[in-house]
T-cell receptor, first 117, second 114 residues
Framework: NAGVMQNPRHLVRRRGQEARLRCSPM?????VYWYRQLPEEGLKFMVY????????ESGMPKERFSAEFPKEGPSILRIQQVVRGDSAAYFC???????????????FGEGSRLTVL | AQSVAQPEDQVNVAEGNPLTVKCTYS??????LFWYVQYPNRGLQFLLK??????LVKGSYGFEAEFNKSQTSFHLKKPSALVSDSALYFC????????????FGTGTRLTVIP
């Protein structure tokens, strides 16, 4: 049973370009969460999605950032017109759908490290 | 709103000595509490959790944590530290009736000195 898969692991972009980060949850999981970790800081919640629905996006910046989790395919975190301050590690996590299977913890991917030049 | 505090950015301990990494929380209702560990350039690995029941929970790699409701604390402990325990440790909280996302503390960097 493969874990949470994120790609790319490393991404370099120039200011003004777009960054797309992908996340495939664990098999059987239908909840996806995105977190951002800035250098020497903790994890900040960004967005929580279920298939085709954004459940909570209270941590997402109002501009340039968007997320989706389509019916088919991975979840995508999209950052438009990147700036240097977007340089960070972006982590995806997943959890199962049913309450009986959901024991509370999230399962994390290895992260995507974005560097903006 | 829920929050988690890890008052120590850095904890140093000698190999073989007991270690404690502190965590306090603020949440309305009964919390779910978690500890995760992060090694360099890696994702977060789940260590242990408290949902209900016995206040002392045991987890991976010999770690344990004690839930103290009166002090709103969930400190991580290990009787004898290993050099390989050196990593970044995160405490997290979730409200069981709320959204499923976890709220993390700022992390504590543990260094075990040989």
């Amino acid at each position: 049973n493969a874990g949470v898969m994120q790609n790319p692991r490393h991404l370099v972009r120039r200011r003004g370009q777009e960054a797309r980060l992908r996340c495939s949850p664990m098999k059987g999981h239908s909840h996806v969460y995105w977190y951002r970790q800035l250098p020497e800081e903790g994890l900040k919640f960004m967005v929580y999605l279920q298939k085709e629905n954004i459940i909570d996006e209270s941590g997402m910046p109002k501009e340039r950032f968007s997320a989706e989790f389509p019916k088919e395919g991975p979840s995508i975190l999209r950052i438009q017109q990147v700036v240097r301050g977007d340089s960070a590690a972006y982590f995806c996590a997943s959890s199962p759908l049913s309450r009986t299977a959901n024991t509370g913890e999230l399962f994390f991917g290895e992260g995507s490290r974005l560097t903006v030049l | 709103a829920q929050s988690v505090a890890q008052p120590e950015d850095q904890v140093n301990v000698a190999e073989g000595n007991p270690l404690t990494v502190k965590c306090t929380y603020s949440v309305s209702g009964n919390p779910y509490l978690f500890w995760y560990v992060q090694y360099p350039n890696r994702g977060l690995q789940f260590l242990l959790k408290y949902i209900t029941g016995d206040n002392l929970v045991k987890g991976s790699y010999g770690f344990e944590a004690e839930f103290n409701k009166s002090q709103t604390s969930f400190h991580l402990k290990k009787p004898s530290a290993l050099v390989s325990d050196s990593a970044l440790y995160f405490c997290a909280v979730r409200v069981p009736t709320g959204a499923n996302n976890l709220f993390f503390g700022t992390g504590t960097r543990l260094t075990v000195i040989p």
